[in-house]
Structure formats: C-alpha cells, structure tokens
C-alpha cells in the first residue's frame, strides 16, 4: 500500500473520510509524527481521577498545538459537567486561540468514575443536566458580548469572553455517549456525534435518530458530522488481535470484555481492520477516531505508521 506521508484527507478520500489518532496521556509529544503520517487529527481523553494515568485535556491540547501546524485537535472526551460553565469556556477558547481555530471539543457526560464527581462536589444524576446548560453557556460566551444568563447551575450578569475563540461561532461541539440522552443532546445541541463501543448497524441507526432530533430542533441535520470512538487492535491473525484487544479493555474499563470485543472492536490484520472499517464509513461515519489498543504501550507508534500504510489507503474513495 502507499505511504500517507504528506497526503491530507481530501486527496486520499475524496474529502469523505478523515482519519485521527487518540493518545495515551503520556505519549502527546507524537502527535508531530502523526502530523506528518497525514492524519486529520489527533485526540485525548481526560478524567479527574481514574483506573488508569490521565492528563486535563486541554493542557494537552495546548502542548499538541505547540508542536503541529495543520492537525485538528479534538477531546474524546472533555467532561464538561465537571467545570463551571464559565471556566470551561474560558480554557476552550484559549487553546482555540493558541492553535489557530484548530480545536474540536468532544463532550462527555461521564460518570463511569463516580468518585472525580464526588471530588468536585458535583452529583453524579445532575451531570446531564449540566451538560445541557454548559452547551447553552458555551455558545452564547463564544458568540456574543454582554451575556445575561439564568440557569440552574450558571449565572452570568452582562459579561463578555475575551478573547473569543478563533473559530467562529466557537469550536465544534461534537457530542458522545451511546443513551438516548446522547442522541436527543447531540440533535439538539450538537455540531457532531461521537459514540463509542457501537457496531455499525447501532451507529446507522443512532445517527438517523440524531438527525431526527435536529430536524425537530429547527436545525440543519445534514450538517452534524458523525464521527465514532473507534478501538482497533491490528495483529497477525484475528485471534491474537482478540486476545490483546479483550484484555486491554478489561484494563482499561475494570470489568471483562471477552463476549464484547468481537462486536464493537476493529481488530485482525490488515485487510479485516480495513474492511471492518469500511462497514462503519458506510453506516455514515466520516471523522474516526482511532484508539489503539496493543500488548505493550512501547509498539504504539509503530501501530499508527501501521495503520497509515496498511489500513487507510485501502478506503480510499
């Protein structure tokens, strides 16, 4: 297969398909190289506390802007509950501004750690809630000045951000989670959706529903990107992928994966990652996020330049 090397999204894809790379945390110095590998777009994740190391998410997306010039940078996931309204768009707009309008803020409702809620002293069964007010607060901040608002969790009496992010109108909001309440959020609110751990018929249905719950909303349902948290495990043969890929997720998750990874994880060789991802760019996804998964953190960046010169290629067009 050809290298990706200097090749951006529209000339390997039409424009169609773009391609990204999740980080571990302590790995964010690579995103220069996958810069150069041709990807869109590099991501990170972020929890306050959790089974595993994680960095704030932002701070890492500052140091990714310093050190690239043409990749996006996304958060997968920033858990937006977890801040005052206010903060959040503050540190959002800084990092757009640093990177030059490169941001894409994945949002998150979290939850699955309850005590990084507990920590901040924000109850675990409002977090949906929040999250609804915090996207109202987001855009108002990064579009207007002078903002009066009243809501149960933000009061703001005639202030204005600045400065405003470079993006107009504020970075895309792309909007995760797999619930009901993720789809009416994503419709409602959203300029995206990011599920994760879906098969592509689940994503077919669930991006019809979200573009349903746009059209409710007077909005423009054709313009919501889908996007998918995708894990993926390349190994010589589909078996050995399996093993690696279930006991990652048991890791990373703290609970068994074994009956779960054959239907949500993108894994085997070359040829069978390549075609399981052709099923979900048919399911209409066009921005995936792909999320390494391997027996050893040392063979990440081997995995990345793998996938650019043994995967992607292959869908072209």
């Not at 699955?112 to 007010?133: C, I, N, Q, S």
């Not at 149960?152 to 107009?168: E, I, M, N, Y």
């Amino acid at each position: 297969m050809p290298s990706l090397i200097g090749r951006t999204s529209s000339e390997r894809s039409g424009g169609e398909l773009k391609f990204g790379i999740n980080l571990f945390p302590q790995q964010w110095e690579t995103a220069t190289h996958i810069e150069e590998l041709g990807y869109d777009s590099v991501w990170t994740s972020e929890h306050i506390f959790f089974y595993f190391p994680t960095f704030d998410a932002l701070t890492s997306l500052a140091a990714m802007a310093a050190r690239t010039s043409r990749l996006q940078l996304g958060t997968a996931v920033f858990l937006l509950p977890l801040r005052p309204a206010a903060l959040a768009a503050k540190e959002i707009a800084s990092v757009d501004v640093l990177s030059q309008g490169r941001v894409i803020l994945g949002v998150g409702i979290g939850g699955e750690y309850a005590k990084e809620f507990e920590a901040v002293g924000v109850p675990v069964k409002e977090r949906g809630r929040r999250t609804d007010e915090a996207i109202e607060v987001l855009k108002l901040l990064f579009t207007q000045d002078n903002v009066s608002f009243q809501g149960r969790f933000t009061t703001l009496d005639g202030v204005s951000l600045q400065p405003k992010p470079a993006q107009a109108g504020g970075p895309p909001i792309w909007v995760a989670g797999r619930s009901d309440a993720a789809i009416k959020r994503a419709g409602r609110l959203g300029d995206g959706y990011l599920p994760y751990l879906f098969s592509p018929e689940r994503f077919r249905s669930s991006m019809a529903k979200v573009r349903e719950e746009a059209e409710k909303a007077g909005r423009d349902p054709g313009a919501i990107t889908g996007s998918i948290y995708q894990f993926i495990c390349l190994a010589d043969s589909y078996e050995e992928a399996k093993s690696a890929a279930a006991a990652e997720l048991a890791m990373r998750y703290n609970q068994p994966f074994e009956g779960l990874v054959d239907k949500y994880v993108v894994m085997g060789n070359a040829d069978d990652c390549a075609r399981r991802l052709g099923d979900f760019a048919e399911a209409g996804v066009s921005h995936f996020i792909l999320v390494p998964l391997m027996k050893s953190y040392p063979d990440f960046m081997s995995h990345v330049e793998a996938y650019a010169r043994d995967i992607t290629p292959s869908l072209s067009g």
